[in-house]
């Protein structure tokens, strides 16, 4: 069995600029407008997305290429003034907690085996996060802020982040120990703010496989984990909260909705039957002969569209772990036991299939899972080896994906997937319904990136799609935009400024910002 599997080239070739035609003329006489709205102090706030989040990290050119900054350079068309970020020390990405890192470097491309591969880029990240910038930021994006963490206080004391109490990030550029994000950036008075925050606030959830909890109905955020959906009543409240504050500093302001998470390349370049018969090889008629008679069981339990089989001449979905059916495990083992199969080895087949089946087109495989499918599960090993089963016979019955159910953090289940929706309908709702009654200008991102993942999005010097990699649109952790994608959210934004508040904000060129990094970048 190979230790590895490979899912799809990735096309350096796609990743390079093309050369850029203009979305429309900028020429420098031209003359621009700020219509109804100051542009003189603006402050955008929220998550990784403001941030400049990308290829999982926040680093220079990231942040040099965020939305928010892209903005501020067109602001400035129209008596916009400065705008200042809280860079990090080097375009590597990882942080330092007292000098230990604690998160790791930006990934970039890199040839494994040949194939280009997202890989972390090598070297010493600098980025000391006790070392407390001085000053006030415009750009208050805080990566992995959920939309309650921005009314919180001690959000950015460094002594809590090792206990996950505190945002690293928060930690370098806040006024103080105790100062919440939303009182740091009213705190600047801004006449023009950004707020596009709540993506993590279904994102932890569905990044994780649906692993953490649907918090609907508990109203104490306090409890909730990292990987939790924030209960609606929780998001209204605090949004409202936020909006209100952000609102009676500044004279105008744009609120962007909740991408729908489940169209990113993250739960979309894995497939579910990605298990080949070159790959899995000779192996098949031994998967499908020990597979029969636990498939026989499932017949006898009712359940046969459980039945696990690998095809000899086409792709198969890989076994998973589903925590929504039915748990079977006694039964099972029970049948297998009444059918012959000696105790031992029944009570093994009983727990570790009671809840499996066979991945299929309904299920998402998170981009994480790349690199679980087809190895050793040598967690799973030492537990049958301390059950008393033969080291052999432990790595045979322990491959993650073909013997071993692949566990709920890999797999966004149908049922997880109604909890994301539903959960992003209602926040996207009350997004929508603050921008109105505040007349605000308001940005269905939700929409824009739908379409870039169903048909993707034309200009003038190309196209931008979800594609992996190549698409142009989202960075190579699957989930933030790249450069080129910012702008195209950039360009969005100018778009509804200037419809609301009767301005002339010039748009910028897409072409003229990348894709995503080549081969070594």
């Not at 590895?4 to 621009?32: H, M, N, R, T």
């Amino acid at each position: 069995m190979r230790k590895y599997i490979k899912y799809a080239a990735i096309l350096a070739l796609g990743l390079v600029a093309c050369e850029p035609e203009f979305d429309e003329s900028v020429e420098d006489d031209q003359v621009y407008s700020q219509g109804d709205a100051s542009f003189e102090n603006y402050v955008a706030v929220g998550n990784s997305l403001t941030a400049g989040y990308a290829d999982n990290a926040l680093y220079i050119q990231g942040q040099q290429n965020s939305f928010p900054n892209i903005l501020a350079q067109q602001f400035k068309r129209v008596g916009g003034g400065d705008f200042t970020q809280p860079l990090m020390n080097d375009n590597l990405g990882g942080l330092l907690l007292n000098g230990s890192p604690i998160s790791g470097n930006r990934l970039t491309l890199s040839l494994v085996n040949g194939m280009p591969a997202p890989t972390p880029i090598g070297g010493a990240p600098t980025t000391e996060i006790t070392n407390t910038l001085s000053g006030s930021f415009n750009n208050m994006g805080v990566p992995g802020a959920k939309s309650y963490h921005l009314i919180a206080p001690g959000y950015g004391n460094a002594a809590g982040v090792a206990a996950g109490m505190a945002n690293p990030y928060f930690a370098r550029f806040r006024s103080s120990e105790n100062v919440t994000v939303i009182e740091d950036a009213i705190a600047q008075n801004p006449t023009f703010f950004s707020l596009w925050i709540g993506n993590n606030d279904v994102l932890g959830y569905a990044a994780a496989g649906g692993a953490g909890v649907n918090q609907q109905g508990n109203l104490d955020p306090s409890t909730y984990g990292s990987t939790d959906i924030t209960d609606v009543n929780v998001f209204a409240s605090v949004y409202s909260q936020e909006v209100d504050a952000l609102a009676a500093s500044a004279g105008g302001g744009v609120l962007l909705n909740i991408p729908n998470v489940t169209s990113t390349p993250y739960f979309n370049t894995v497939p579910y039957n990605p298990l080949t018969p070159d790959l899995l090889g000779d192996q098949i008629p031994t998967l499908n002969a020990t597979y029969g008679q636990l498939n026989q069981a499932f017949a006898f339990l009712g359940v046969p569209e459980r039945a696990i089989q690998f095809s000899t001449t086409g792709a198969s979905g890989v076994v998973i772990h589903d925590e929504s059916i039915a748990d079977l495990s006694v039964q099972l083992t029970q049948t297998l036991i009444g059918g012959g199969l000696d105790p031992q080895t029944a009570t093994i087949y009983g727990a570790q299939y009671g809840q499996a089946r066979q991945a299929n087109a309904n299920d998402f495989m998170v981009l994480t899972s790349s690199s679980v499918i087809g190895t050793v599960n040598m967690d799973r090993v030492a537990e049958l080896m301390g059950a008393g089963v033969p080291e052999e016979t432990a790595g045979q019955l322990s491959v993650n994906g073909v013997t071993y159910p692949m566990q709920d953090q890999y797999v966004l289940l149908p049922s997880e997937q109604e909890d994301v929706a539903t959960a992003t309908a209602a926040f996207n709702q009350i997004i929508e319904g603050m921008a109105a009654q505040k007349g605000l200008a308001f940005v269905d991102a939700n929409s824009l990136l739908d379409r870039v993942a169903t048909s993707g999005i034309n200009y003038d010097g190309g196209t931008i799609t979800s594609e992996f990699a190549t698409g142009g649109a989202f960075s190579l952790d699957g989930i933030h935009l790249t450069p080129r994608g910012y702008a195209f959210m950039a360009n969005q934004i100018i778009n509804s400024i200037n419809m609301t508040y009767n301005s002339t904000i010039p748009n910028v060129n897409i072409g003229d910002y990348s894709g995503g990094p080549a081969i070594g970048e």
